[in-house]
């Protein structure tokens, strides 16, 4: 059975700076091309940054020039390094596969990101 664990999430003042980093059990990352995704209250869940197998990164418009992605698959993690935050960033944070959104893919619990003004 796959789980995915992410964590680092944390409540920040706007402009601040988190960390998040996702493990799984159950499932190697090397071949899949990832992505973290968060959901707000009340919206949709959203990508907001892949890395692929191969390392190429891509990020939403919302996010670029203040999140990196980044992957370490000998020790199977996906990180999300955010810098200066912002209260519209608050959302829970997922990470899974990066087509995990059409595929119906098993989700983990998520971190919570809190950005206060």
Do not use: H, I
């Amino acid at each position: 059975q796959v789980q995915l664990v992410e964590s680092g999430g944390g409540l920040v003042q706007a402009g601040g700076s988190l960390r998040l980093s996702c493990t799984a059990q159950g499932t190697r990352f090397r071949f899949r091309d990832m992505a973290w995704y968060r959901q707000a209250p009340g919206k949709q869940r959203e990508a907001v940054a892949t890395v692929s197998r191969w390392g190429t990164t891509n990020y939403a418009d919302s996010v670029k020039g203040r999140f990196t992605v980044s992957r370490n698959d000998a020790k199977n993690t996906v990180n999300l390094q955010m810098n200066s935050l912002q209260p519209e960033d608050t959302a829970v944070y997922f990470c899974n596969a990066a087509n995990a959104l059409q595929s119906g893919a098993d989700w983990g619990q998520g971190t919570q990101v809190t950005v206060s003004s």
